[in-house]
């Protein structure tokens, strides 16, 4: 199966990834991706970019390189299931996922992770949480996909975890079994730091297959699934929107 689209792709503007927004839209295009999805890192991660950033990103064309370009964050999950961005900035942006990450949260028990994960995806703002398999901050699958289809939204499998995020394998396989289960979408994302990383699902893919997630259940399928979602949750996608000053 061919994943049109890539909804999870860092830059350099990120503090931590190599590559800047149009080698990443070149790469997308020379492997045949329809769109990507530029995610940087919430502000409270060392070397992320700050609320400035994120509030500028309408500058970016809608279509670079031939690739239509998504303007997104990897929020930061924090302790009070809140995320690192304002609500000013976040309403501008099409698409937020929000992860757990070992810099901006501790982690508590598998009732305390689930709790946090569950409001975060409460938050409306939100539309997909980011690798919820880390084997770092264990979560409840059942509960968490639960609470995914209840409020509408999206869960991550991620390639990167496999290299990134030892354990994740078992964790990843339980979740797509039970979104498999009760018909919840999954996106299957790079994680990309660097460009040749973009579109790369290999790992993730033999897992939703591994749980018998259909076709139709992966967002990142299609190119047209993902603007459907992001309309279906209220938001344009226009060619720009007015920045905040
Ligand atoms: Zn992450
Ligand atoms: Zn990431």
Redesign the pocket.
């Known amino acids: 199966m061919f994943l049109e689209a890539d909804l999870?792709v860092h830059s350099v503007a990120s503090g931590h990834a190599y590559s800047t927004i149009q080698e990443i839209a070149r790469e997308a295009r020379k492997k045949g991706l329809k769109l990507v999805a530029i995610t940087e890192?919430g502000p409270q991660m060392t070397g992320a970019p700050s609320p400035l950033y994120f509030n500028n990103m309408w500058v970016i064309h809608r279509q670079v390189e031939g690739v239509e370009i998504l303007r997104g964050i990897?929020a930061n999950i924090l302790e009070d299931g809140s995320i690192d961005l304002a609500e000013r900035y976040l309403r501008r942006l099409d698409l937020v996922?929000a992860?757990?990450?070992a810099e901006c949260i501790e982690p508590g028990s598998v009732e305390e992770n689930t709790r946090t994960m569950i409001k975060a995806l409460e938050n409306p703002y939100v539309d997909i949480i980011?690798?919820p398999g880390?084997p770092h901050f264990q979560i409840d699958p059942e509960q968490v996909v639960r609470a995914t289809k209840r409020l509408g939204k999206i869960l991550e499998i991620?390639n990167?975890s496999f290299r990134v995020r030892r354990g994740s394998y078992e964790n990843c396989l339980e979740i797509a079994r039970w979104a498999a289960h009760l018909g919840v979408m999954i996106a299957v994302n790079s994680?990309s730091h660097f460009t040749y990383d973009v579109g790369e699902s290999d790992q993730a893919m033999a897992i939703v297959r591994e749980a018998g997630v259909p076709e139709e259940l992966i967002l990142t399928a299609k190119a047209q699934w993902v603007k459907e979602y992001i309309w279906k949750r209220g938001k344009r996608l226009g060619e720009h929107t007015t920045a905040i000053v």
């Open positions: 999870h890192h990897e996922l992860g757990f990450h980011s690798h880390n991620n990167n994680d």
